[in-house]
């Protein structure tokens, strides 16, 4: 069974044209960095606003974890089956699923950024301030640079669920790596499904690497260096902020 | 709601068919994640492997692993058996760093007091540490219910029947209130069962209450 797959992966006929691996594999990427992207502008800068200034942190900690319970799969064709009517043919399928990609992806950037910002040492913040810093140095100078690994860990795992659900999307009839797992599925064709998983599997697994290198350059070393903590699981700091509320 | 109305026994079926779905991993994940959580936490040099290992499994998509399993288990692609074991895989996942993390908490003040008192090896274990920990594991424990039930619904997409069916159906026929019939009842169950291990945990830890009190 497993041979199969891998001559599945191995046949050169299946990267090339528009169902191929190379095209399909661009499609995911798409999808997911553009909800990304959405993702980014909305979280971050709301989440540095309330840590920094502490404004609404109960409501988010709340619906943070609300959104967790919602399940992915029935949102995704809930919102199709609703609206795909009343959009364009072009964005019908794709409009829809990028919403809910971007609903997906927030929570955890959000709830990150703003746990980073409120975990800084009361000490660092408030020498800050003693130097005369205004509110935005504070932010920027001290709170962001010290908050960089949580919010980086938070991207993380929000690309990763944007990634999973992205093969789900293939389902309400979108391209990407999900294709070749639902199309399998139906044609029966376990090498195709079982190839299509690996991909989004070694697909997920790298971009999380990428990111994790990333991290270990962009965090100032003050902050890693020898007084590493490990960065906290994203999933695990909300739940324990929602415990402190 | 008329799907509710003219198919109660399918919906009742999938609603037992999805608890016992999202609750069985879980247990399994806690009992599989103690003993290695408490490695990682007595033996400093094992954490960073353990957890770095953990991490990376968490990372796989869940549909994806769904389909792998059968070329790993040598199940049948339609088997619950596949989601059992990919949803204990990742609870597993997230609850080693949760035990590990929980029992690093416990101050080692606490622990020498404890010693002095007499308590030696697993009975310390039993009796203090893990006590303490209690928050802390709970909290991952609602993380990694809460999170399965929605993931148990994509097994839907491989035709394992749950909730998840109340979507496919839903989009098969093209009816928006079947699907969101699934939401509510998936949305439901998440709510009922993080509210009982928050009970359970409050159970568990009495000390905490009295602390508050004073």
Same mark, same amino acid.
């Given at each position: 069974?497993?041979?199969?797959?891998?001559?599945?992966?191995?046949?050169?006929?299946?990267?090339?044209?528009?169902?191929?691996?190379?095209?399909?594999?661009?499609?995911?990427?798409?999808?997911?960095?553009?909800?990304?992207?959405?993702?980014?502008?909305?979280?971050?800068?709301?989440?540095?606003?309330?840590?920094?200034?502490?404004?609404?942190?109960?409501?988010?900690?709340?619906?943070?974890?609300?959104?967790?319970?919602?399940?992915?799969?029935?949102?995704?064709?809930?919102?199709?089956? +609703?609206?795909?009517?009343?959009?364009? $043919?072009?964005? &019908?399928? =794709?409009?829809?699923? @990028?919403? *809910?990609?971007?609903? #997906?992806?927030?929570?955890?950037?959000?709830?990150?950024?703003?746990?980073?910002?409120?975990?800084?040492?009361?000490?660092?913040?408030?020498?800050?301030?003693?130097?005369?810093?205004?509110?935005?140095?504070?932010?920027?100078?001290?709170?962001?640079?010290?908050?960089?690994?949580?919010?980086?860990?938070?991207?993380?795992?929000?690309?990763?669920?944007?990634?999973?659900?992205?093969?789900?999307?293939?389902?309400?009839?979108?391209?990407?790596?999900?294709?070749?797992?639902?199309?399998?599925?139906? +044609?029966?064709?376990?090498?195709?499904? $079982?190839?299509? &998983?690996? =991909?989004?599997?070694? @697909?997920? *697994?790298?971009?999380? #690497?990428?990111?994790?290198?990333?991290?270990?350059?962009?965090?100032?070393?003050?902050?890693?260096?020898?007084?590493?903590?490990?960065?906290?699981?994203?999933?695990?700091?909300?739940?324990?902020?929602?415990?402190?509320? | 709601?008329?799907?509710?109305?003219?198919?109660?026994?399918?919906?009742?079926?999938?609603?037992?068919?999805?608890?016992?779905?999202?609750?069985?991993?879980?247990?399994?994940?806690?009992?599989?994640?103690?003993?290695?959580?408490?490695?990682?936490?007595?033996?400093?040099?094992?954490?960073?492997?353990?957890?770095?290992?953990?991490?990376?499994?968490?990372?796989?998509?869940?549909?994806?692993?769904?389909?792998?399993?059968?070329?790993?288990?040598?199940?049948?692609?339609?088997?619950?058996?596949?989601?059992?074991?990919?949803?204990?895989?990742?609870?597993?996942?997230?609850?080693?760093?949760?035990?590990?993390?929980?029992?690093?908490?416990?101050?080692?003040?606490?622990?020498?007091?404890?010693?002095?008192?007499?308590?030696?090896?697993?009975?310390?274990?039993?009796?203090?540490?893990?006590?303490?920990?209690?928050?802390?594991?709970?909290?991952?424990?609602?993380?990694?219910?809460?999170?399965?039930?929605?993931?148990?619904?994509?097994?839907?997409?491989?035709?394992?029947?749950?909730?998840?069916?109340?979507?496919?159906?839903?989009?098969?026929?093209?009816?928006?209130?079947?699907?969101?019939?699934?939401?509510?009842?998936?949305?439901?169950?998440?709510?009922?069962?993080?509210?009982?291990?928050?009970?359970?945990?409050?159970?568990?830890?009495?000390?905490?209450?009295?602390?508050?009190?004073?």
């Amino acid at each position: 069974m497993i041979g199969n797959v891998f001559d599945w992966l191995a046949d050169g006929s299946h990267w090339s044209g528009e169902d191929g691996i190379t095209n399909r594999l661009i499609e995911h990427l798409q999808y997911s960095f553009g909800a990304l992207v959405f993702v980014l502008i909305i979280g971050i800068p709301l989440g540095l606003f309330i840590g920094h200034t502490g404004k609404g942190a109960v409501a988010i900690a709340g619906s943070a974890n609300a959104l967790r319970a919602l399940p992915t799969f029935g949102l995704l064709v809930y919102v199709v089956i +609703q609206f795909s009517g009343d959009l364009p $043919a072009d964005w &019908a399928y =794709l409009g829809p699923s @990028l919403f *809910v990609l971007v609903v #997906l992806g927030v929570p955890a950037v959000l709830s990150n950024t703003y746990a980073g910002v409120q975990n800084v040492d009361p000490a660092a913040r408030d020498a800050a301030r003693g130097m005369g810093m205004t509110g935005w140095q504070v932010l920027w100078r001290v709170e962001v640079p010290n908050a960089l690994p949580l919010i980086l860990s938070g991207v993380r795992s929000s690309m990763l669920q944007i990634i999973a659900t992205a093969t789900v999307a293939a389902y309400v009839t979108l391209g990407g790596l999900g294709r070749f797992m639902i199309d399998g599925l139906s +044609q029966q064709d376990y090498a195709q499904m $079982a190839g299509g &998983a690996i =991909l989004v599997a070694v @697909l997920a *697994v790298a971009l999380d #690497l990428v990111m994790a290198v990333a991290q270990r350059y962009v965090v100032s070393r003050g902050i890693t260096g020898r007084y590493a903590r490990p960065a906290p699981n994203a999933d695990v700091v909300a739940a324990e902020s929602r415990l402190e509320v | 709601m008329n799907y509710l109305k003219n198919n109660p026994d399918n919906v009742a079926q999938w609603f037992f068919a999805h608890l016992w779905l999202s609750v069985l991993p879980v247990v399994v994940g806690l009992v599989v994640a103690l003993p290695i959580g408490w490695i990682a936490s007595r033996y400093k040099w094992s954490y960073p492997p353990i957890t770095n290992l953990a991490g990376l499994l968490y990372t796989i998509p869940s549909l994806a692993l769904f389909i792998i399993m059968p070329s790993i288990l040598g199940t049948k692609i339609l088997s619950p058996v596949n989601m059992v074991v990919a949803l204990s895989v990742y609870s597993v996942a997230l609850l080693v760093r949760v035990v590990a993390d929980g029992l690093n908490s416990v101050a080692p003040d606490v622990r020498a007091a404890a010693t002095a008192m007499g308590f030696t090896g697993f009975s310390r274990f039993l009796k203090v540490d893990l006590p303490i920990a209690v928050p802390v594991i709970t909290a991952g424990l609602r993380v990694a219910t809460v999170s399965n039930v929605s993931l148990v619904s994509i097994g839907a997409l491989i035709g394992v029947p749950q909730l998840g069916s109340l979507f496919t159906t839903g989009f098969g026929r093209y009816i928006p209130g079947i699907v969101l019939l699934g939401v509510i009842l998936c949305l439901l169950l998440a709510l009922v069962l993080d509210g009982l291990i928050l009970l359970g945990s409050r159970m568990l830890t009495p000390w905490q209450r009295a602390v508050a009190k004073r």
